[in-house]
């Protein structure tokens, strides 16, 4: 029955996955973000003049704010920008693509998985009203290329065991993963070599040439990757940057009080224990745990710009589910063919944390986003399971009893219902006017008012203070700020976090009105809690009424 209709099911899943992704991609969220923004710009630089921002030729990585973002991102806005122009649609097109893409290779990865097409069919569903992967697929973060690219990789490497020609197709979509987002770097490799470690004997029976082939193809993918990261002594700055003792001075503050402590009171025991390794050790054990975090989950997320308001990262009623799926599937009786897809699974599910597990600001949202789709077929499996055993229970038991199941399940339908249209409340409708700040909401309008009266001002200082550091960088995207004039010029010094950025008559740095002494035919662009005495003329308000952006004639 399910396989008559398995076409016409597949085909709503994608039809709802792209609605959510696709309605309103452009102006909700409310604002590009900076990275948003840097990608796009980048990636306008290159169209035009085959360079980024900074000059570099055809990079594979991006300078930009000194992050060395892989530049895979701003290649794929390449396209959209050429038939949409530049703008926050066409940004963040590219990721709604893949998001909708992903699904499909989702209930392909599944269904080859588990041979089974409610289980993959189910969890295409689950993830097309994901919230995570909806947030995700809606603004220009790489870490969704990214996902895509693993999921992708590990589909072509299941399908090569019965066709080994694939393998290359699985090596060539690994090694392009390298150039999505940072956490690949590390993800990527693990997730192959979990592969390869669960399925080592049909790879060493596959005809050599094969393997030969989908060798040489992953590291030719690769190669300029691995010369840029072995060969730039910059390659390495934004994994260090982000590292949670990457100021080991305050990290390791405490950890010298404690060893002089043990010193004094000859605690051997404690000299080993509060050893810097040790320290590091435990840091990073306690941040990869810290992903299984339910409250985070479920409840509160991390920052506001990786979840809707008043959610986390998943739905409340899938806690249940989620917790019943992983038992079922660690004790399930699963045919031989179907073991080694478990071991995939609950490998896919206890790396996704490594890469963000000895970094800063723990839990991460983006940095773990590898751990779609696993949430989402562990609840699959388990929702499956829960109606075969209300279907045979219901059957048994005497009427009072039998009616008292099903108005509990469909209780909790309802719940489940109101759940998800709670969240389509909170991101399509709140989010615009609770977290407008969290996305640098007010550039686009500023831009718009600095254009009509920019010829009256010898001179435009943006403040690059917080909040407003990288400003330079939305200038550039809602001006359209021709590429190759701005490699040219003189002041353009853009990235790092400490320098400042300017092109033509515009200058961003902080602003300290008390010593601004130039500023006749001056125009200020700041913060609403920048200190000013000029004349203000024009007030830019976040959607809830609190001022974002001031204008000041100096």
Known sequence: MLNKYKTGLLLVILVLGAFLRLYQLGSVPPSPDWDEAALSYNGYSILHTGRDEYGAFLPVVLRSFDDYKPALYSYLTIPTTIIFGMNTFSTRLPSAVFGIVTL????????????????????????????????????AFESNIGLSLNIVTAYFFIKALKKPWMLSFSAGFAALALYAYQSEKVFTPLLVLALVLIYCKELFRMPKKFLAAGIICGLLVASPMLIYLTTNKDAWLRAQATLAFADQTSFLQNQ?????????????????????????????IGGYLSHYDFNWLFIKG??????????????????????????????????????????????????????????????????????????QIFSAWAILAVIGWVGNYRQKLNKVFSLGLILASVGYLFFA???????????????NYFDAEEWQYGYQQAVAYVQQVQGDYRKIVVSDSQPFDKSYIFFLFYLHYPPERYQQEEKSKAGGYATHQGFGKYEFRPIHWSQETDRSGTLYVMPYNNDNGGTLLKTIYNPDGTPAVLIVKG
């Open 417 to 431: 219902l109101g759940n998800f249209v709670y969240y389509l409340d909170q991101y399509f409708v709140q989010l």
């Open 302 to 375: 991390d920052i506001d710009r990786h979840h809707a308001p008043g959610m986390g990262l998943m739905y409340l009623w899938e806690l249940p589910f989620l917790l019943i799926g992983i038992y079922l599937l660690i004790f399930a009786k699963l045919p031989d063919s179907s073991k080694k897809s478990k071991y995939v699974l609950f490998a896919w599910f206890l790396l996704a944390p490594v890469p963000a597990a000895f970094t800063s600001e723990v839990p991460h949202a983006v940095r773990t986003l590898n751990f779609l789709p696993t949430f």
């Open 256 to 284: 010298v009080k404690r060893i002089a402590f043990d010193r004094e009171h000859k605690d051997y025991l404690g000299l080993v224990l509060d050893n810097r390794r040790v320290l590091f050790l435990v840091t990073g």
């Open 104 to 139: 499909w290779i989702v209930y392909l990865l599944v269904k080859e998985l588990f041979r089974r097409e409610d289980l993959a069919l189910l969890s295409a569903f689950l993830l097309a009203i994901s919230p995570w992967h909806i947030q995700f697929s809606r603004i």
